[in-house]
């Protein structure tokens, strides 16, 4: 077995990636343990929000990094002993993901297998958890979360 000491959780603020970001906090260990939250800012969402309410894509973005950025801080709060580094970014999900995870050379990407995306989504075009298993260099650790 292996020692992870520092992960990368990608979240998406679901229920699944809440519950992988508690479970994360239990697997790291060592003399500093960390947890690198990541979120990123789907350009497709924010061109589908901004289609639909008609608001600048850089106002959506802003809003939806005010977001994730509470959301995080709240999330960060819950850990006790264990160092929680937040990032907020935008791109493609899975491509940001396997990219931080290179750049920062973690032990391990932890990521929840469903999110709040559509399962019947994965069965067509493969999850974003897929994706990052295929793109990262890194060991990736995927959990299941019953819904």
Same mark, same amino acid.
């Given at each position: @077995?292996?020692? =992870?000491?520092?992960?990368?959780?990608?979240? !998406?603020?679901?229920? *699944?990636?809440?519950?992988?970001?508690?479970? *994360?906090?239990? @697997?790291? %260990?060592?003399?500093?343990?960390?947890? +690198? =939250?990541?979120?990123?800012? !789907?350009?497709?969402?924010?061109?589908?929000?901004?289609?639909?309410?008609? /608001?600048?894509? &850089?106002?959506?973005?802003?809003?939806?990094? *005010?977001?994730? /950025? %509470?959301e995080m801080a709240a @999330? *960060? %709060?819950? &850990?006790?002993?264990? $160092? +929680?580094?937040?990032?907020?970014? $935008?791109?493609?999900?899975?491509?940001?993901?396997?990219r931080h995870a290179d750049?920062?050379?973690? !032990?391990?990407?932890? +990521?929840?297998?469903?999110?709040?995306? !559509?399962?019947? #989504?994965? =069965?067509?075009?493969?999850?974003?958890?897929?994706?990052?298993?295929? &793109?990262?260099? #890194?060991?990736?650790?995927?959990?299941?979360? %019953?819904?």
């Amino acid at each position: @077995m292996f020692e =992870l000491n520092e992960v990368l959780v990608p979240v !998406d603020f679901s229920i *699944a990636s809440r519950e992988t970001f508690a479970r *994360a906090l239990a @697997m790291v %260990d060592g003399e500093s343990p960390a947890v +690198i =939250l990541l979120h990123v800012i !789907d350009p497709v969402l924010v061109e589908a929000i901004s289609s639909v309410t008609g /608001e600048l894509a &850089a106002a959506v973005v802003g809003r939806l990094r *005010a977001r994730a /950025e %509470d959301e995080m801080a709240a @999330m *960060a %709060d819950s &850990a006790a002993s264990v $160092e +929680i580094v937040r990032m907020v970014t $935008e791109g493609t999900p899975f491509y940001e993901i396997a990219r931080h995870a290179d750049e920062l050379a973690v !032990d391990a990407v932890v +990521i929840a297998k469903t999110g709040q995306r !559509d399962a019947r #989504e994965g =069965l067509f075009f493969g999850s974003t958890a897929e994706k990052v298993v295929r &793109a990262c260099r #890194e060991p990736v650790i995927v959990l299941t979360h %019953d819904a």
